[in-house]
């Protein structure tokens, strides 16, 4: 017989002892990430609450142009929409839709703050997962229609195979210039944790690392500097000015005698983009490369690692690391700073 209560021989008290004892070991262990769980569930909840929250009216009314290139890009060639006035009902997001650079102005909906914090919590990643849309009529030339936001629920964490994660849902409806409703869409996203490529793994596996500075004689003495764990700058022997990156002649007053200085090895985020796509031979996307200005004074190209590419911040302060990409390639990257 096999038994799945308790074992002969254990009192009933002393099961009941090490039960408790067992299950407080793990509430404490659990106890910071249900805490933030329970915040993140607070805030879902408070930002429901808000209902509704109407959003900027859409730039241009409904428009003939639009309404043109959509059809030209879908491939749509029914006449019936320009000849009637109407728009298809799939373009209703676009009328709305906000342009690459943020307008300005109050913009923001219910779902803002419950995504930055999901993000705030390393839930970075992100994928659509679900979206129905019901339309309850044809918008019509020169109508402008209005977004309204409704936060309708998270759901999470789940673990999925992206990683573990939270489903955001959240209902929008557009409305013509009454209170009459267009259409509407329900959206569901997944904000997931990406999993973290083993930081180990590259000191092991030790495969040449496909992406190979060049070298010459302008830049062998950084990549010295490099394998000794120096970012030397290169400097003018003549006016003993700075410049990066290297080379051949100093633009200010031409000397071609050439130095270099050592520099200290801190920096601060000039400029940076999130590289998505493409793919880039032997380096995982996404990835953060920034201009990093150095207080000697030249700034600097390089990847910023031990951050999550989202996190990386115009002005955040980095420090150079050295990674060795393979058995003879080191490659200065940069980190962020603990001020
Ligand atoms: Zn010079």
């Known amino acids: ?141 020169g109508e402008r229609l209005t977004p309204a936001t409704r936060f309708a629920g998270l759901a999470g964490p789940k673990r999925t195979a992206l990683g573990e994660g939270y489903f955001a849902t959240w209902n929008v409806t557009w409305y013509a210039d009454g209170d009459e409703p267009v259409a509407e869409m329900m959206f569901r996203v997944l904000k997931f944790r990406p999993r973290t490529r083993a930081a180990a793994a590259p000191a092991e596996r030790r495969e040449p690392y496909p992406l190979r500075p060049a070298v010459n004689g302008d830049t062998a003495f950084f990549w010295e500097g490099v394998r000794r764990g120096e970012l030397r700058i290169q400097s003018c022997a003549g006016c003993g000015r700075l410049r990066h990156p290297p080379g051949p002649i100093c633009p200010h007053c031409r000397s071609a005698d050439r130095s270099y200085v050592t520099a200290a090895g801190d920096g601060t985020v000039y400029s940076y983009v999130v590289h998505h796509h493409p793919p880039v031979p032997g380096r995982p996307t996404p990835f953060a490369v920034a201009v990093v200005e150095l207080p000697e004074g030249v700034r600097i190209v390089g990847n910023v690692v031990d951050c999550p590419p989202g996190e990386v911040r115009i002005g955040m302060a980095v420090r150079v690391t050295y990674r060795a990409m393979d058995d003879e390639l080191t490659l200065p990257l940069w980190a962020p700073r603990e001020s």
Not at 27 to 36: I, M, P, R
């Open 1 to 141: 017989m096999t038994g799945t209560g308790t074992n002969a021989g254990e009192s009933a008290a002393e099961s009941a002892a090490k039960s408790a004892a067992k299950s407080a070991a793990k509430s404490a262990a659990k106890s910071a990430a249900e805490s933030a769980d329970e915040e993140l569930r607070e805030l879902a909840d408070k930002q429901a609450a808000l209902g509704e929250v109407r959003g900027t009216p859409a730039a241009d009314p409904v428009n003939a142009p639009m309404i043109r290139h959509w059809l030209d890009a879908m491939g749509d060639a029914n006449p019936a929409y320009l000849d009637r006035g109407v728009a298809p009902p799939a373009m209703a997001q676009v009328w709305t839709m906000q342009g690459v650079r943020p307008r300005g102005g109050k913009d923001g909906t219910p779902v803002d703050d419950v995504l930055t914090a999901l993000e705030a919590r390393g839930y970075t990643g992100v994928v659509a997962t679900n979206c129905e849309q019901t339309y309850h009529r044809y918008a019509r030339l």
